[in-house]
């Protein structure tokens, strides 16, 4: 199993119950955002400033990622071939509840890093979860 395919897989599975135009697209630029937040937390660990790195390299940075994402996703429709592949699989409950913590996990330690107060903290996570949980419960899922 290639993870990095399966937390698309997982993310689209979640954006398009919520999202009915293009949900592939959403889906890969909040994956671009993700590892952008994984990225600026591992400088923020190391002690490396948002000014070392420079509002240009930021730049470069987002652009390298949502790029790459961008061209592995939509190059010959490669997003279509990793739904139908994990569609047809039986889907691995303690994978899937890791992948379901990831976004949560990375939203929280960046904002430690960057020393928010647990209150902001709580009320991002919160907005997070409600997403989560209203496209779980969309009533519109209930057709399919």
Do not use: H, W
């Not at 902001?120 to 009533?139: D, F, W």
């Amino acid at each position: 199993m290639n993870i990095f395919n399966y937390i698309f897989y997982r993310m689209y599975k979640s954006t398009s119950k919520v999202n009915d135009l293009f949900p592939e697209i959403a889906t890969i630029i909040f994956l671009s955002a993700l590892f952008f937040l994984n990225i600026a937390t591992i400088l923020l660990f190391f002690g490396i400033s948002v000014e070392n790195v420079g509002l240009n390299g930021i730049y470069l940075i987002i652009t390298i990622i949502l790029g790459f994402n961008l061209y592995y996703f939509l190059k010959n429709d490669k997003y279509k071939m990793i739904i139908d592949k994990y569609d047809s699989l039986k889907n691995k409950k303690i994978v899937d509840i890791l992948i379901f913590a990831y976004p949560f996990m990375s939203f929280f330690l960046c904002f430690k890093l960057l020393k928010m107060s647990n209150n902001q903290i709580a009320i991002t996570l919160t907005g997070l979860l409600l997403v989560e949980v209203y496209s779980y419960y969309n009533p519109k899922n209930k057709q399919k």
